[in-house]
């Protein structure tokens, strides 16, 4: 079985996504074609966010976004450890320095207890991440980064475009969302891409121009920037695929519910769902003692696993003497623990309960 079953989706969708890039061969604009707006003007309406404007991928999203707050060498930006490095990787190649918090074990996202503690008046950004589709605390979030200046928040949103958080759409419960469409992510293209959504007219002219190389106009260069633009056919593909993302989104939430149930009628640790936010399940993930006798449990059985993630960004050998922050002794242990199983919205019940029934086993055994 497949850990994500993206030719399926393919098969489905096949004369939407053929017709998409047909016409961009057909017009030729490969970069910055009218799929790019068309696309971001879709996801605007998506979200209920003012502005979108597509980019080359989720890290450079959050490389735009850092660039055009003006984070530079001496700043801090306040993150998560727990996540995929893009997150860190950013923060220092700007010559600022991520400042972690740790999550909490429940959900795996930032424990907003913990977040004041790490804030400085060095503090020029708070990124939390949406760890595995789920929204983290963004309200509480927020209302700490205005107590202290206004902080801008940055949702890392790479995981969890159509989640909700009470009633509000990931990538806009911020100052700025950031999002990626990695194939892999619940709204994927066939290669590189991603996004980023403010209301904030200032802010969006400014991530405009960085992604273009700083150009407010042809060849006038106004701001040091980058070539961040998301090239024409990855939009088409996604333009294809918002024709059935609402049906997936419905499907990862009942199939999510459904794994919900599964383990916790077998006594199975799990991510946490909280009441008031929806989950898009971009991973679904367990926590397992001795994973990879586990692991080998479900290969056997021809299941596919995946580990996100295996070693917090504060103990990876580049990032040790970057990093800054108290220990994180609950994002250590998930790291340890840990465990994705198969997920997409073309998943079958039974196929399902295979999984369920042969980790339960495993963990037993």
Not at 12 to 35: A, K, S
Not at 242 to 256: A, K, M, N, T
Not at 327 to 345: E, F
Request: proline fraction near 5%; charge should be negative; aromatic fraction near 6%.
């Amino acid at each position: 079985m497949p850990f994500i079953d993206l030719k399926l989706q393919y098969q489905t969708l096949r004369p939407q996504i053929q017709e998409r890039i047909n016409r961009v061969l057909d017009h030729g604009q490969y970069i910055m074609g009218p799929e790019v707006r068309e696309l971001e003007q879709q996801l605007e309406k998506y979200t209920g966010a003012r502005h979108c404007i597509t980019v080359s991928s989720g890290t450079e999203a959050l490389l735009i976004a850092l660039m055009a707050l003006g984070v530079t060498r001496g700043d801090e930006v306040v993150t998560t450890p727990f996540t995929f490095v893009a997150t860190a990787e950013v923060i220092a190649l700007l010559g600022a320095t991520p400042v972690y918090v740790d999550v909490d074990p429940g959900t795996c996202n930032l424990d907003v207890a913990k977040l004041e503690a790490a804030i400085t008046e060095r503090t020029k950004a708070i990124i939390p991440v949406s760890l595995y589709g789920q929204p983290a605390d963004m309200d509480e979030i927020n209302a700490i980064a205005a107590a202290h200046g206004n902080i801008p928040v940055i949702e890392d949103a790479a995981q969890s475009f159509g989640a909700t958080y009470k009633g509000k759409r990931s990538c806009n419960l911020s100052a700025i969302g950031c999002t990626s469409f990695f194939p892999s992510k619940p709204l994927g293209c066939y290669g590189d891409g991603g996004a980023i959504f403010t209301n904030d007219d200032e802010l969006a002219r400014a991530f405009r121009e960085i992604r273009v190389h700083g150009q407010s106009q042809r060849y006038v260069h106004t701001r040091i920037g980058v070539g961040g633009r998301m090239d024409t056919i990855q939009c088409a593909v996604v333009l294809a695929k918002l024709e059935r993302f609402d049906w997936e989104i419905e499907r990862r939430v009942q199939i999510g519910r459904r794994y919900d149930e599964l383990l916790d009628q077998r006594g199975l640790a799990r991510v946490t769902q909280r009441n008031d936010r929806t989950s898009v399940y971009g991973q679904y993930t367990v926590m397992v003692a001795n994973r990879v006798r586990v692991q080998e449990a479900l290969k056997e059985a021809g299941i596919p696993t995946a580990v996100h993630y295996p070693v917090p960004l504060n103990e990876q050998p580049a990032y040790k003497a970057l990093s800054s922050g108290p220990a994180t002794p609950a994002a250590a242990a998930l790291a340890q623990q840990v465990m994705s199983l198969p997920m997409g919205p073309d998943l079958d019940e039974q196929t399902q309960l295979k999984v369920v029934d042969v980790l339960a086993g495993a963990c037993t055994a």
